[in-house]
């Protein structure tokens, strides 16, 4: 295996995994996290959403961690240790006044996430985060999806930005080792200058295989949840990414301790992992919206039925 | 992705699956899974053991899918479709008196598990099998454990023998798709006049992973499971490589339809998969008999405290 001295783990589970549970996660869950996950040397945990109640409406039932207010941030995570603390945006979700210079929030890197149309919306807000002091990414998602040309601009624009680093976001868990490989070529190419991360899902059981693909070909930063923990069919599993980096710095022990403790009582309630529709949405790739409300329906797992639906001319209707 | 054509897909739902459950299918379960396997395209159906009940005592419980009576499985498959069938036999428990010649038997296939200091007495049983007819493989397990001299000297022994395929067996679910890649490069290289088969397990989600990293280098035989039934983590998912080979000879449909009907109402009895106890016997390398009897105690998900006993020396003992 390749040298992993620069590679960073970020652990999403309270921010991807709040896509399962509604962000419904306990002050005592989360500082258990936090512990945990810098005990295991995990280098950032990503706390949730920074994006404004104002302007995502529909959401006022909510958890805490879908609109992180500092103040509060603060409180849950009242010393500092080694593990930094990252959140998320969405593009036309998040208000400027929200954002306090980094030397006033426990927020240490803030992410940007877009569609390849939205790039030059991206790069405003990760102009605003720098210029704020701040780390930065840019999150490109359902990559699967983006034609050739469209990724060369965007390579173009992105080259000009003081953006830090440029994520591969597999938003389908549709794509092959293979095609991890090619994406990341092209993004070392185009992106001398940038460093590059991954975000992988698991519908099709890649998500830990794809996300070792991209770490030995010069990914450095890799996402990941505890237990998985994540949208549909979840994310690549931290204790898989700490069990093989070969990196004295991480160890899997306190992340199973998590696990024992929280993850497990809370897969007992909440449902996220390798299930069937999820697996049908990735190989068709598709975004799993149609499998999460068919998992919500009555039918939810008469999967040949769902495939059918998704595939047959006659029954799609 | 490489061209496919020469691959075979060999499903061990039953032999695999039945160490989950002792072997307790219904003939209805297996007559459904033969017909949806046929209609998938799948080439092979593994319908169980071979072994012989007087050569493995206090197995009296087991389902007749344990010790394969050939007269039983033709009054269970009594129109033999194009899915091949094949069996399993392990070294010292087969008894020649119950291998009828080909013509006389169901079965088309026979395969001899062997661990490498057991491959002359497999071999041995090989060429019984070949001279009465059967196509053959050599299922080489807990390769992760073997020395690069003691494979040297496999492979002499298997190059002079009858044997169609040798198999890449990862038995405890630890190697990563780097490891796959160097073995399948050395099976290929030391075994010219061979076909190389590969039999993936679950434990560190590389199953599928594993899989499809063999059929990229060449392995031919490709071992899997519906929904991944298989001892402890379980293998490789039969969806998923229907899925994602490209060929127009495999559909998904009719094991979705498996799935739907009785795999997953089996799966709300009986346990495999991604499970932590199995994914630290993979990580560490070890056969997962540990993690099956934790699973039975009452600690069972007392994942952190399994992980010290196999770990911390004063919790050894």
Redesign the interface.
Same mark, same amino acid.
């Given at each position: 295996?390749k040298d992993r001295t620069n590679h960073k783990i970020i652990d999403c589970t309270i921010r991807d995994g709040g896509l399962v549970n509604n962000w419904d996660f306990s002050v005592e869950f989360v500082q258990y996290l936090y512990k945990c996950l810098n005990e295991a040397g995990v280098d950032y945990m990503e706390i949730g959403y920074k994006n404004s109640p104002k302007l995502l409406k529909g959401s006022e039932s909510a958890g805490p961690w879908r609109f992180l207010d500092d103040d509060f941030v603060r409180d849950v995570i009242q010393n500092k240790l080694a593990t930094k603390l990252s959140a998320l945006v969405d593009i036309g979700r998040v208000d400027e006044n929200d954002i306090l210079p980094r030397e006033k929030s426990p927020l240490d890197l803030i992410r940007v996430a877009c569609y390849i149309h939205e790039i030059d919306k991206a790069l405003e807000l990760v102009q605003l985060f720098h210029d704020r002091g701040y780390e930065t990414t840019l999150n490109i998602m359902a990559l699967s999806n983006v034609k050739e040309g469209q990724l060369d601009e965007a390579f173009e624009m992105i080259s000009d930005s003081v953006v830090d680093v440029v994520y591969i976001v597999d938003s389908y868990g549709s794509l092959?080792?293979?095609d991890i490989h090619c994406l990341v070529t092209k993004f070392r190419k185009h992106l001398q200058k940038k460093r590059i991360g991954a975000h992988m899902h698991?519908n /099709? &059981?890649?998500?830990?295989?794809?996300t070792?693909?991209a770490a030995?070909h010069g990914v450095e930063l890799l996402d990941c949840s505890v237990y998985g923990m994540g949208r549909a069919a979840g994310n690549c599993?931290t204790?898989?990414l700490l069990?093989?980096l070969k990196n004295v710095k991480y160890s899997?022990?306190p992340v199973?301790?998590m696990?024992?403790n929280y993850m497990?009582p809370l897969r007992e309630k909440e449902e996220w992992?390798?299930i069937?529709p999820y697996?049908?949405t990735g190989?068709l790739d598709e975004h799993p919206r149609s499998a999460m409300a068919f998992r919500r329906s009555a039918a939810k797992?008469?999967? /040949? &039925?769902f495939?059918?639906m998704l595939t047959v001319p006659d029954v799609k209707g």
């Amino acid at each position: 295996m390749k040298d992993r001295t620069n590679h960073k783990i970020i652990d999403c589970t309270i921010r991807d995994g709040g896509l399962v549970n509604n962000w419904d996660f306990s002050v005592e869950f989360v500082q258990y996290l936090y512990k945990c996950l810098n005990e295991a040397g995990v280098d950032y945990m990503e706390i949730g959403y920074k994006n404004s109640p104002k302007l995502l409406k529909g959401s006022e039932s909510a958890g805490p961690w879908r609109f992180l207010d500092d103040d509060f941030v603060r409180d849950v995570i009242q010393n500092k240790l080694a593990t930094k603390l990252s959140a998320l945006v969405d593009i036309g979700r998040v208000d400027e006044n929200d954002i306090l210079p980094r030397e006033k929030s426990p927020l240490d890197l803030i992410r940007v996430a877009c569609y390849i149309h939205e790039i030059d919306k991206a790069l405003e807000l990760v102009q605003l985060f720098h210029d704020r002091g701040y780390e930065t990414t840019l999150n490109i998602m359902a990559l699967s999806n983006v034609k050739e040309g469209q990724l060369d601009e965007a390579f173009e624009m992105i080259s000009d930005s003081v953006v830090d680093v440029v994520y591969i976001v597999d938003s389908y868990g549709s794509l092959m080792p293979n095609d991890i490989h090619c994406l990341v070529t092209k993004f070392r190419k185009h992106l001398q200058k940038k460093r590059i991360g991954a975000h992988m899902h698991n519908n /099709l &059981q890649l998500g830990f295989a794809n996300t070792l693909e991209a770490a030995n070909h010069g990914v450095e930063l890799l996402d990941c949840s505890v237990y998985g923990m994540g949208r549909a069919a979840g994310n690549c599993p931290t204790e898989l990414l700490l069990a093989q980096l070969k990196n004295v710095k991480y160890s899997v022990g306190p992340v199973l301790d998590m696990i024992e403790n929280y993850m497990i009582p809370l897969r007992e309630k909440e449902e996220w992992g390798y299930i069937i529709p999820y697996m049908i949405t990735g190989m068709l790739d598709e975004h799993p919206r149609s499998a999460m409300a068919f998992r919500r329906s009555a039918a939810k797992d008469k999967v /040949l &039925q769902f495939y059918n639906m998704l595939t047959v001319p006659d029954v799609k209707g």
